[in-house]
């Protein structure tokens, strides 16, 4: 099967640094990818890439069989791409509704305004925010911010969606319902998605492959298993302080078996 998404041989300096050295991988439509590394490792980069938010130094980023880096940075939504940025970027002043009405819009520009409208309060009521549809987003829980972004990503309608750390700053709770949510989102939308992640029980529990970046290059790609066993990953990340959950459920095992010890 052709992939959905290729990224071939990309490159991205910043005055010294390699952010992206001949970073390649690709997904096939209807897959959920994880990209992990290090922080500063390119991930974030590979998605400025992506979407054209930044340009590459070389390089081609397939969609559907045509080159991303070649076709204006404003099509990049109607090509079928969405994304959530790490650090959320909402307007604080306008409500959930308006925030979400920015994704409408960027699909069916502001022609079928009651389209819109309906599409985002759907989308609202599919991510149980409709009671906030009205509230200022400025001052909602972290959590409840995440989320919104993701309606209004997920309310341009994606082939493709890009989750820049979805669960950083959330509890273990919101982290669960997360999980069920990107995989729901997968099922119901019959969507491909890219997933960064330091929360290592949430991408290697859904993704089918997880690419492994390292100093803005890839350093490993495989099913979960395969990259959670390779050394190189161990050593470059898995081992280190930026993983944000390690082994959280081991101990929690542990301490569950322990009941009856005197
Ligand atoms: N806009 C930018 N200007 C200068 N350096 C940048 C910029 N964006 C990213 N970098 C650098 O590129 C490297 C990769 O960053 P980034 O892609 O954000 O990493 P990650 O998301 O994996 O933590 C880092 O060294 C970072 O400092
Ligand atoms: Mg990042």
């Known amino acids: 099967m052709p992939a959905l998404l290729s990224v071939e041989d990309v490159t991205r300096r910043f005055g010294g640094i390699l952010a992206l050295d001949g970073v390649s991988f690709a997904l096939e439509e209807g897959q959920i990818g994880g990209l992990i590394g290090p922080n500063g490792a390119g991930k ?12 590459a130094d070389s390089g081609r980023v397939l969609f ?27 307007f604080a002043h306008m409500t959930v509704l308006e925030n979400v009405l920015v994704g409408a819009h960027a699909r069916t520009g502001f022609r079928g305004e009651a389209k819109a409208q309906a599409e985002a309060l759907e989308t609202l009521a599919y991510l149980d925010l409709a009671e906030l549809a009205h509230r200022a ?14 309606a209004r990503a997920l309310v341009s309608r994606p082939r493709l969606l890009l989750l820049d750390e979805p669960a950083g700053g959330l509890n273990h709770e919101e982290v669960d319902e997360l999980q069920g949510v990107i995989r729901r989102i997968r099922a119901d939308h019959s969507l491909t998605v890219l997933l960064v992640e330091h929360h290592m029980n949430l991408v290697m529990s859904v993704s089918d492959r997880v690419h492994v970046l390292n100093f803005g290059r890839k350093i490993a790609e495989g099913t979960p298993a395969e990259v959670r066993a390779n050394p190189e990953v161990i050593e ?7 993983v944000a959950e390690p082994e959280t459920t081991a101990l929690a095992l542990e301490v569950e078996g322990d009941d009856g010890a005197p």
Do not use: C, M, W
């Open 137 to 150: 987003a400025g001052g909602l829980p972290f959590g409840t911010l995440k989320r919104i972004e993701l």
């Open 236 to 242: 470059a990340y898995l081992g280190s302080d930026d």
């Open 44 to 55: 974030t980069t590979a998605f400025n890439v992506i979407t054209r938010l930044y340009p």
């Open 64 to 90: 559907d069989g045509e080159n991303l880096l070649r076709s204006p940075a404003h099509k990049v939504v109607s090509h079928g791409i969405a994304r959530t940025f790490q650090n959320v970027a909402l």
